[in-house]
């Protein structure tokens, strides 16, 4: 190691030393950055620290939990890990989190999207998931084709790096061709059957990634992801190296059969609902299965992983139950109100949208959120409209049909649902920035019910 | 009341051009009308069909990526001369963003002039950086200053004698430096604002359907409606503009 590396690195362990046991603050940015001043090559330079090499995470929803449950996989097989849970996905969060610890099996890392160009080349990791690409944050990201083209460059720079992604998403396989053209080896993974759902809106790509001519597909899961065929050219859902079958989803928890050709069959289960999250386990199967997890680990992970991070947390406050999700982008929006919708309870539900930079300052995606479902729903007895933008919410509720008050708190919120019994619980969606601030809120509130 | 009255709204390829939340504006409009009792029928036009104007009383283009607006363009310069009657016929047409610069003589993807639909005399070429954020405009199509984001990398440069939409409060508009944003003509509004445009800014979504009640009926009085939730929105952003202009 050059002596500048040593001393970054030093340098950024002394800080996250530093934070963690005198100031006990988070950690999780700011150790790589300040040695990501001294040595711009920091991740190539500690790269060794994980001698199994390293997975990375990228994809527009889904990161965080993918990753952890990776993660937690590899552990519970016996694997030393370094990973920034917390998911800090910038450069400085992956810095952070390989200056985090000593020496790791492997490292399983979140990256944002246009984060891989930076972080691919120098960490050369083994294997890059990419779960799904929906349009998010176009202030800050730009239009998809700019995520696209960001990964499929960081891709060609890190040619030992595999490719391991979503077949069902024709966006993603956007990526993979062009990938594979460029040398790199691809392995999907994908729904093998229709899932039967209610359909949802299509936002995005619906259209032919090669062709433009429009896609057909033969089931859909949610938003763009199905098998999907051009009817002009060859573009399609391909033969999947990584199929869940026997798929069962509900608002309480998700199964399938996940098989990988030669390998046979097993049953994976979790008790946290969504469409969504059985591709995130799905992909986080893929990935373990890949990095020599056996089936009796990966459950055992599943068993003990309790979001604590705002991902479908839930909270008892006075008697009432309150979850909490993120809720960041159109997709993800409309995966939460079938969430909801799947509540045959009577329910209430508080909307925070802010509008920092990390949350994106354009807000014309609400717009996108299929709001107008909830108008129909006789068991939504009230919605609240919060956050720093909380009036352009209300106004989005107002054309869906829906009369929405504004709260200041989830506290507030709270208060506004004194007349409902405690029955009726409370769904928290908010966007990045309010999420933190709500689960502290929470957290204070009440009690946690993992 | 507005019986037996009906608008018709074509809302030019929805499933290209839907990039900054466009269906929120037909939305609006719709519901708009509808609350005072106009019927409103909203026509989607999509790729491979031939759009007719002769029965539009309100066209709607909104904003795509440049792939997007490339395909689009293309369509609709096969039915410019229906779409040119429409607007010397003083139809309504909204267009934001994307939509906007299509209305010109051409525009710059990358390097490429592309030839748009001269429908107003303006054109739009490109600079850096790309102007990102949000934007206050006052306009007299609107009696609260309109408030949106805008995010283009074009500069639209109005020819002699074309009406900008507005003065720019606060954001950069048309190019950055005129102060100028968005365009009138005849029954025609251009602008970069989205967000998306007519629910916090209820004047505008009332100007259009104004002008195509006129055009249709001879009458263009409106009914009031309560805008509370709207204009609150609307003051919020504006305040906020205002004070980031206060404190420079």
């Given at each position: 190691?050059?002596?500048?590396?040593?001393?970054?690195?030093?340098?950024?362990r002394?800080v996250?030393?530093?934070?963690?046991?005198?100031?006990?603050?988070?950690?999780?940015q700011?150790?790589?950055?300040?040695?990501?001043?001294?040595?711009?090559?920091?991740?190539?330079?500690?790269?060794?620290r994980?001698?199994?090499?390293?997975?990375?995470?990228?994809?527009?929803?889904?990161?965080?939990?993918?990753?952890?449950?990776?993660?937690?996989?590899l552990?519970?097989?016996g694997?030393?890990?370094?990973?920034?849970?917390?998911?800090?996905?910038?450069?400085?969060?992956?810095?952070?989190?390989?200056?985090?610890?000593?020496?790791?099996?492997?490292?399983?890392?979140e990256?944002?999207?246009?984060?891989?160009?930076?972080?691919?080349?120098?960490?050369?990791?083994?294997y890059?998931?990419?779960?799904?690409?929906?349009?998010?944050?176009?202030?800050?990201?730009?239009?998809?084709?700019?995520?696209?083209?960001?990964i499929?460059?960081?891709?060609a720079a890190?040619?030992?790096?595999?490719?391991?992604?979503?077949?069902?998403?024709?966006?993603?396989?956007?990526?993979?061709?062009?990938?594979?053209?460029a040398?790199?080896?691809?392995?999907?993974?994908?729904?093998?059957?229709?899932l039967?759902?209610?359909?949802?809106?299509?936002?995005?790509?619906?259209?032919?990634?090669?062709?433009?001519?429009?896609?057909r597909?033969?089931?859909?899961?949610?938003?763009?992801?199905?098998k999907?065929?051009?009817?002009?050219?060859?573009?399609?859902?391909?033969?999947?190296?990584?199929?869940?079958?026997?798929?069962?989803?509900?608002?309480?928890?998700?199964?399938?059969?996940?098989?990988?050709?030669?390998?046979g069959?097993?049953?994976?289960?979790?008790?946290?609902?969504?469409?969504?999250?059985?591709?995130?386990?799905?992909?986080?199967a893929?990935?373990?299965?890949?990095?020599?997890?056996?089936?009796?680990?990966?459950?055992?992970?599943?068993?003990?992983?309790?979001?604590?991070?705002?991902?479908?947390?839930?909270?008892?406050?006075?008697?009432?139950?309150?979850?909490?999700?993120l809720?960041?982008?159109?997709?993800?929006?409309?995966?939460?109100?079938?969430?909801?919708?799947?509540?045959?309870?009577?329910?209430?539900?508080?909307?925070?949208?802010?509008?920092?930079?990390?949350?994106?300052?354009?807000?014309?995606?609400?717009?996108?959120?299929?709001?107008?479902?909830?108008a129909?729903d006789?068991?939504?007895?009230?919605?609240?409209a919060?956050?720093?933008?909380?009036?352009?919410?209300?106004?989005?509720?107002k054309?869906?049909?829906?009369g929405?008050a504004?709260?200041?708190?989830?506290g507030?919120a709270?208060?506004q649902?004194a007349?409902?019994?405690d029955?009726?619980?409370?769904?928290?969606?908010?966007?990045?920035?309010?999420?933190?601030p709500?689960?502290?809120?929470?957290?204070?509130?009440?009690?946690?019910?993992? | 009341?507005?019986?037996?009255?009906?608008?018709?709204?074509?809302?030019l390829y929805?499933e290209?051009?839907?990039?900054?939340?466009?269906?929120?504006?037909?939305?609006?409009?719709?519901?708009?009308?509808?609350?005072?009792?106009?019927s409103?029928e909203?026509?989607?036009?999509?790729t491979?069909?031939?759009?007719?104007?002769?029965?539009?009383?309100?066209?709607?283009?909104?904003?795509?990526?440049?792939?997007?607006?490339?395909?689009?363009?293309d369509?609709l310069?096969?039915?410019?001369?229906?779409?040119?009657?429409?607007?010397e016929?003083?139809?309504?047409?909204?267009?934001?963003?994307?939509?906007?610069?299509l209305?010109?003589?051409?525009?710059?993807?990358?390097?490429?002039?592309?030839?748009?639909?001269?429908?107003?005399?303006?054109?739009?070429?490109?600079?850096?950086p790309r102007l990102?954020?949000?934007?206050?405009?006052?306009?007299?199509?609107?009696?609260?200053?309109?408030?949106?984001?805008?995010?283009?990398?074009?500069?639209?440069?109005?020819?002699p004698?074309?009406?900008?939409?507005?003065?720019?409060l606060?954001?950069?508009?048309?190019?950055?430096?005129?102060?100028?944003?968005?365009?009138?003509?005849?029954?025609?509004v251009?602008?970069?604002?989205?967000?998306?445009?007519?629910?916090?800014?209820?004047?505008?979504a009332?100007?259009?359907?104004a002008?195509?009640?006129?055009?249709?009926?001879?009458?263009?009085?409106?009914?009031p409606?309560?805008?509370?939730?709207?204009?609150?929105?609307?003051?919020?952003m504006?305040?906020?503009?205002?004070?980031?202009?206060?404190?420079?």
């Amino acid at each position: 190691m050059r002596l500048i590396s040593a001393a970054a690195t030093s340098l950024g362990r002394l800080v996250h030393w530093g934070l963690t046991n005198v100031l006990h603050r988070n950690a999780s940015q700011l150790p790589g950055r300040i040695a990501l001043a001294l040595d711009p090559q920091l991740i190539a330079h500690l790269r060794d620290r994980a001698t199994k090499g390293s997975i990375v995470v990228c994809g527009t929803n889904g990161k965080t939990t993918t990753n952890n449950v990776i993660a937690a996989s590899l552990e519970a097989s016996g694997m030393r890990v370094l990973c920034n849970r917390a998911g800090a996905n910038m450069v400085a969060g992956v810095a952070s989190a390989l200056l985090s610890g000593g020496t790791a099996d492997l490292a399983v890392l979140e990256a944002d999207e246009l984060s891989t160009i930076h972080i691919l080349p120098q960490l050369r990791p083994d294997y890059l998931v990419l779960l799904n690409l929906f349009r998010d944050q176009l202030d800050r990201a730009g239009e998809i084709d700019h995520v696209q083209d960001t990964i499929v460059a960081a891709l060609a720079a890190s040619p030992s790096t595999k490719l391991v992604t979503c077949g069902d998403d024709p966006l993603s396989m956007g990526v993979a061709v062009r990938a594979t053209q460029a040398g790199t080896k691809v392995l999907t993974f994908g729904m093998g059957e229709d899932l039967g759902l209610a359909p949802d809106r299509v936002p995005e790509a619906r259209f032919c990634q090669a062709c433009g001519t429009e896609l057909r597909y033969e089931y859909r899961s949610y938003a763009q992801l199905g098998k999907f065929a051009c009817p002009n050219c060859g573009f399609a859902r391909p033969e999947l190296d990584f199929v869940a079958t026997a798929v069962a989803v509900d608002r309480e928890g998700v199964s399938f059969d996940f098989s990988r050709p030669g390998e046979g069959t097993r049953r994976i289960h979790a008790d946290f609902g969504g469409v969504y999250m059985a591709y995130n386990l799905l992909a986080a199967a893929a990935a373990a299965s890949l990095a020599g997890v056996d089936a009796a680990h990966f459950q055992q992970a599943l068993d003990g992983y309790h979001p604590a991070n705002g991902r479908l947390q839930r909270f008892g406050v006075d008697g009432r139950e309150v979850v909490l999700n993120l809720a960041k982008n159109p997709t993800g929006f409309n995966q939460n109100l079938s969430l909801l919708l799947a509540d045959e309870r009577p329910k209430a539900a508080f909307f925070v949208v802010n509008d920092n930079y990390n949350d994106g300052r354009d807000i014309s995606w609400i717009w996108d959120v299929d709001f107008e479902r909830l108008a129909g729903d006789e068991g939504m007895h009230r919605v609240i409209a919060g956050g720093h933008r909380a009036n352009d919410v209300q106004v989005r509720l107002k054309y869906a049909g829906i009369g929405a008050a504004i709260a200041g708190s989830v506290g507030e919120a709270l208060g506004q649902l004194a007349d409902l019994p405690d029955e009726c619980p409370l769904y928290v969606l908010t966007n990045y920035s309010a999420l933190w601030p709500a689960r502290d809120e929470l957290e204070r509130l009440g009690e946690r019910h993992g | 009341m507005g019986s037996g009255r009906a608008l018709r709204v074509v809302h030019l390829y929805p499933e290209l051009l839907n990039l900054y939340g466009d269906s929120g504006n037909i939305l609006v409009l719709r519901r708009r009308m509808e609350w005072r009792g106009i019927s409103c029928e909203v026509e989607e036009v999509h790729t491979g069909d031939h759009p007719s104007f002769v029965d539009a009383d309100i066209v709607f283009i909104g904003g795509g990526s440049d792939r997007e607006q490339r395909i689009v363009c293309d369509y609709l310069l096969e039915v410019r001369r229906e779409l040119a009657a429409f607007v010397e016929d003083g139809g309504v047409l909204g267009a934001v963003c994307g939509g906007y610069q299509l209305l010109g003589h051409s525009y710059l993807m990358g390097d490429e002039e592309v030839r748009g639909l001269s429908l107003v005399d303006l054109y739009t070429d490109r600079g850096t950086p790309r102007l990102i954020g949000n934007i206050a405009v006052e306009s007299r199509i609107s009696p609260q200053p309109i408030v949106g984001f805008e995010n283009h990398g074009g500069r639209t440069h109005l020819g002699p004698g074309v009406e900008p939409m507005g003065k720019v409060l606060h954001g950069y508009g048309n190019d950055g430096t005129t102060g100028e944003e968005g365009c009138l003509y005849k029954n025609v509004v251009g602008t970069y604002v989205h967000g998306p445009l007519l629910p916090k800014n209820p004047g505008v979504a009332d100007y259009l359907i104004a002008r195509a009640l006129e055009r249709r009926f001879g009458v263009a009085e409106l009914e009031p409606l309560d805008d509370a939730a709207e204009l609150a929105a609307n003051k919020v952003m504006y305040d906020r503009l205002m004070d980031e202009e206060a404190r420079g």
